[in-house]
């Protein structure tokens, strides 16, 4: 499957294109972005449109927000499994070597 196919099966679930392409890209790497991230890919300013963004992801239990050492920042940490499952099953390839499995005593 194509990076633009899997842009095409996440943008059917509700998400423009701009951030379809960020979601398949972090899912791609480590899973885990910070808002400025999205902000600079998507060559936007960070505002409004990022934090709907990334309410909408919480909101919809996509992603995980968590406190960082900064008083405001947050890092997000995007649900890949259950992106997975919920937005297009070939998106993430589960068996990738370089992806770390998590322990099952967790």
Do not use: W
């Not at 991230?37 to 709907?52: D, L, N, S």
């Not at 997975?84 to 070597?97: M, S």
């Amino acid at each position: 499957m194509t990076f633009e196919d899997r842009v095409r099966a996440v943008a059917s679930f509700g998400f423009t294109e701009r951030q379809a392409r960020f979601l398949v890209t972090v899912m791609l790497q480590s899973g885990v972005c910070l808002l400025r991230q999205y902000a600079a890919f998507a060559g936007i300013v960070e505002g409004q449109k990022t934090r709907k963004f990334f309410a909408k992801l919480v909101r919809l239990r996509y992603a995980s927000a968590y406190p960082c050492r900064h008083n405001r920042g947050r890092v997000y940490q995007i649900h890949t499994r259950r992106c997975i499952e919920r937005l297009a099953r070939p998106t993430v390839h589960t068996a990738d070597r370089s992806r770390r499995r998590a322990s099952s005593s967790v």
